[in-house]
């Protein structure tokens, strides 16, 4: 029988040989899932044994990580994200902290977070981006819609965890998924990696999350092709869409929206500081085609 601390210097020799940068925080964190404690607990009582079942655990973890390059969240199950935990599942991408530029953005732009506001997510996933908007606009429902019907039950699950279910509502289905609107906000954090670009990707995600969530097409920019018109048509007058974009591609998005009918009121920087997330409103005294575009 070995102890906590023993077990974590051993898992960070391991992760540290397969060259992996955050070898200790993931020791701490997976034999603390293993041994059912929490990370501090481990960091506090290193001499705790493990018992022969969380060993095992441990060991199964362990390889996974090191081996498959598996990220810790999907070992464990859960991933942290705006304050919450969100479950995910092989249907899911795994949420990133950058994607939280966007809620921050939804919320620097919402005057009234008391009022009744409706939001709407394409591609929810996890559901993180829509329930976390939820829990910061008390009074505000949401939609969502996803083409894989086990990430819209992820996200059931975890606006029933949040205690989100009766503000929420997720439906399996591409772009609007037949919601009508209008919608106070739109969200979006669609598959922006060029396609010849997903195999230089770091394996936890090119091996770890669904393609369909990566793949942006060629130039990586065919979901907002495809989602522009009809968020332009489906956004209240006074609505505003916000939604994440890749390395690079500020000015193509921009550009995108600008030809839907949408005018650019920001674009923000994600943590290190590039261009990650649009925020875009109906362009005034104007009509154009998107406003009888839907999906």
Same mark, same amino acid.
């Given at each position: 029988?070995?102890?906590?601390?023993?077990?974590?210097?051993?898992?960070?020799?391991?992760?540290?040989?397969?060259?992996?940068?955050?070898?200790?925080?993931?020791?701490?964190?997976?034999?603390?899932?293993?041994?059912?404690?929490?990370?501090?607990?481990?960091?506090?009582? #290193?001499?705790?044994?493990?018992?022969?079942?969380?060993?095992?655990?441990?060991?199964?973890?362990?390889?996974?990580?090191?081996?498959?390059?598996?990220?810790?969240?999907?070992?464990?199950?859960?991933?942290?994200?705006?304050?919450?935990?969100?479950?995910?599942?092989?249907?899911?991408?795994?949420?990133? #902290?950058?994607?939280?530029?966007?809620?921050?953005?939804?919320?620097?732009?919402?005057?009234?977070?008391?009022?009744?506001?409706?939001?709407?997510?394409?591609?929810?996933?996890?559901?993180?981006?829509?329930?976390?908007?939820?829990?910061?606009?008390?009074?505000?429902?949401?939609?969502?819609?996803?083409?894989?019907?086990?990430?819209?039950?992820?996200?059931?699950?975890?606006?029933?965890?949040?205690?989100?279910?009766?503000?929420?509502?997720?439906?399996?289905?591409?772009?609007?998924?037949?919601?009508?609107?209008?919608?106070?906000?739109?969200?979006?954090?669609?598959?922006?990696?060029?396609?010849?670009?997903?195999?230089?990707?770091?394996?936890?995600?090119?091996?770890?999350?669904?393609?369909?969530?990566?793949?942006?097409?060629?130039?990586?920019?065919?979901?907002?092709?495809?989602?522009?018109?009809?968020?332009?048509?489906?956004?209240?007058?006074?609505?505003?869409?916000?939604?994440?974009?890749?390395?690079?591609?500020?000015?193509?998005?921009?550009?995108?929206?600008?030809?839907?009918?949408?005018?650019?009121?920001?674009?923000?920087?994600?943590?290190?500081?590039?261009?990650?997330?649009?925020?875009?409103?109906?362009?005034?005294?104007?009509?154009?085609?998107?406003?009888?575009?839907?999906?």
């Amino acid at each position: 029988m070995i102890s906590a601390g023993q077990a974590v210097r051993e898992a960070e020799r391991q992760f540290a040989a397969a060259g992996i940068g955050t070898a200790r925080l993931d020791a701490v964190l997976l034999v603390a899932h293993a041994a059912g404690l929490s990370a501090d607990a481990v960091r506090a009582n #290193p001499a705790k044994p493990l018992m022969p079942d969380a060993e095992g655990r441990l060991i199964a973890s362990m390889r996974k990580r090191a081996e498959r390059r598996m990220p810790v969240s999907r070992l464990v199950g859960r991933r942290e994200f705006w304050g919450l935990r969100f479950a995910l599942s092989a249907a899911t991408l795994d949420p990133r #902290p950058d994607s939280e530029t966007l809620v921050e953005a939804v919320l620097r732009h919402t005057g009234d977070r008391p009022a009744a506001l409706t939001l709407f997510d394409i591609g929810v996933g996890t559901g993180c981006l829509l329930l976390s908007l939820l829990t910061e606009l008390p009074n505000a429902a949401g939609s969502g819609s996803d083409i894989c019907a086990g990430a819209v039950e992820t996200a059931r699950t975890n606006a029933r965890s949040l205690g989100l279910a009766e503000r929420a509502r997720f439906a399996e289905g591409d772009g609007f998924a037949g919601f009508g609107g209008p919608f106070d906000w739109i969200v979006c954090n669609p598959p922006y990696v060029p396609t010849a670009d997903i195999a230089g990707l770091e394996p936890e995600v090119r091996d770890h999350d669904p393609r369909a969530a990566l793949d942006g097409g060629p130039d990586g920019l065919d979901a907002f092709r495809r989602f522009a018109p009809a968020i332009a048509a489906r956004l209240a007058p006074e609505g505003k869409a916000a939604v994440e974009f890749g390395q690079g591609q500020a000015a193509a998005v921009r550009e995108i929206f600008s030809a839907a009918g949408l005018d650019c009121l920001e674009t923000v920087p994600d943590l290190a500081g590039r261009p990650r997330v649009l925020v875009a409103q109906p362009r005034r005294n104007s009509v154009g085609a998107a406003e009888t575009a839907l999906l």
